[in-house]
Structures are given as structure tokens and as C-alpha cells.
């Protein structure tokens, strides 16, 4: 029986990547995003080029019974699960008071429901397995407070905290990996309204970047790509924390 890894939001961006990684490195996949038709695409082109099982399974994590009919498509189709990577999730901008409080709410659905819920469902499924793993995309922002894109920077140290945690009760069992990325070349500026931001004008990753160190480094708790990204959290430890908050506020104008 194969043993497949699941990754979400694979669309596009650094989920699009992961999936090429997995691929190249010799993982059958279940790709899974709303755009069925860029899945159904990507999978031809991973099938053909790497001769590996490609299945797809359109889905919308903001809902969720979404989440819900994507684990139970997994388990009645009896796919079996050696992977699960969490990489759904988007962003937003501006102050927090000023923003559209449905958007807000849905990146929590997003971003920290539909990962615990569908990392709960499909746990039992991966403990079957060999050498199983979890990887969470997570971010740097998850190490500081993000004034202007407060609910997002909440969100991944939501995911952080949560996949530490969850590496130490599954030692031994199931490996557990936070990839924290930087910013990336991706749709996600765009999409969080963050394009012009100082943050993006620094400098970014590109998607197959972060994709290939994640890949490379799964079986690590906390995955930091580039030399930059691991000082910027370097330095966030030895800064006053209200001293980085004025900071953070004004990169992501």
C-alpha cells in the first residue's frame, strides 16, 4: 500500500513548492486547496515528471466542514498517511481595529482551527504509519508581536507553540517540525495587502527555497531558512521586547 503525504494549500506559493519537493524526494501525494483546477494540473505535471501517485482533493479549510470532509475522504478512501504538512494559511494588514473582523476570523479558521482539527483527525492514520511526520508552516513572526498584521503574527505563534509541544508527546513516534520562513516571493504579500510594506522591500526567499530547506530539515522541532531569517529571530531574543514591537510596527506599514 502507498503511503501518502497530504499537503494543504498547495495551490500555490511555498505549498506548490513542498509539493515538488516531496515529489522529487520520492512521496506519493495528496494535494489539497480550493483551485482544484491548479491542483489538477500541478499533479499531472508531478506524475508525469516523477512517476509518483498524485491525488487531489478540493477542499476549503475556511469551512469547516471543510476540514471534516477532507479527513474523511482520506480515511474512507483508505489512502494510507506517512505525511501530513499543515501549509494552508494566509495573512492580512493594517490596524487591527480598522480591518474587516470576518477576515480576521477567517484567518484564525484558517490558519490555527483547521490545522489542529485536521492534525487531530488524521493523527491515528499517521501512527499507522512508517516513520511518519507532521510539518507545520509556521513563520518568524511567530517569535515576536506584529503590530499592523496583529492577528496573522498571533496565528503563527499559535502554530509554533503548538507543534513544539506536540513534537515532545509524539517522541519517538511521530516527527514534528515548525517551518518558520521569512518573508517569500509567494501570492502571500499580495493577498495580506502587505506588497508595499517595508517588511517585503528588504528582501524575500524564493518558495522553492524555503521548500527545499523544510523538506531537508523535517525531522528538526523549529526550521529557520536563511542566514537572515535566523538572525532576525537571533536578535529579536536579545531586544527589548517593547523596543521590537516599534519596530515591528513600522515595517509592516
Not at 45 to 71: I, N
Not at 76 to 95: C, E, I, K, T, Y
Request: glycine share 8%.
Amino acid at each position: 500500500m502507498s503511503q501518502y503525504t497530504l499537503i494543504t494549500g498547495a495551490s500555490s506559493g511555498i505549498g506548490e513548492s513542498l509539493a515538488r519537493e516531496y515529489a522529487e524526494s520520492g512521496h506519493d501525494l495528496i494535494l489539497t486547496a480550493r483551485r482544484t483546477d491548479r491542483l489538477e494540473k500541478l499533479a499531472a505535471e508531478l506524475r508525469e515528471r516523477h512517476g509518483r501517485s498524485v491525488e487531489v482533493v478540493s477542499a476549503d479549510l475556511g469551512d469547516p466542514s471543510g476540514v471534516a470532509e477532507l479527513a474523511d475522504t482520506v480515511i474512507a478512501r483508505d489512502w494510507g498517511l506517512q505525511g501530513l504538512v499543515n501549509n494552508a494559511g494566509f495573512g492580512d494588514s493594517g490596524p487591527f481595529a480598522k480591518r474587516p473582523r470576518e477576515k480576521q476570523l477567517a484567518m484564525i479558521q484558517v490558519n490555527v482551527t483547521a490545522l489542529v482539527d485536521l492534525t487531530h483527525r488524521l493523527l491515528p492514520q499517521l501512527q499507522r504509519a512508517q516513520a511518519p511526520f507532521i510539518l507545520n508552516v509556521a513563520s518568524v513572526a511567530a517569535f515576536q508581536a506584529g503590530p499592523n498584521m496583529a492577528v496573522y503574527y498571533a496565528s503563527k505563534a499559535f502554530v509554533l507553540s503548538f507543534s513544539e509541544s506536540l513534537a515532545e508527546e509524539l517522541r519517538g513516534r511521530v516527527s514534528v517540525s515548525a517551518l518558520c520562513p521569512g518573508p517569500t516571493d509567494s501570492e502571500f504579500a499580495e493577498r495580506a495587502e502587505a506588497s508595499k510594506a517595508k517588511l517585503f522591500k528588504m528582501g524575500t526567499m524564493t518558495s522553492q527555497q524555503v521548500a527545499e530547506i523544510g523538506v531537508k530539515n523535517q525531522n528538526r522541532t523549529i526550521v529557520i531558512p536563511g542566514v537572515r531569517n535566523k538572525m532576525m529571530v537571533w536578535s529579536g531574543k536579545v531586544t527589548p521586547r517593547a523596543l521590537l514591537r516599534r519596530v515591528a510596527y513600522r515595517i509592516n506599514r
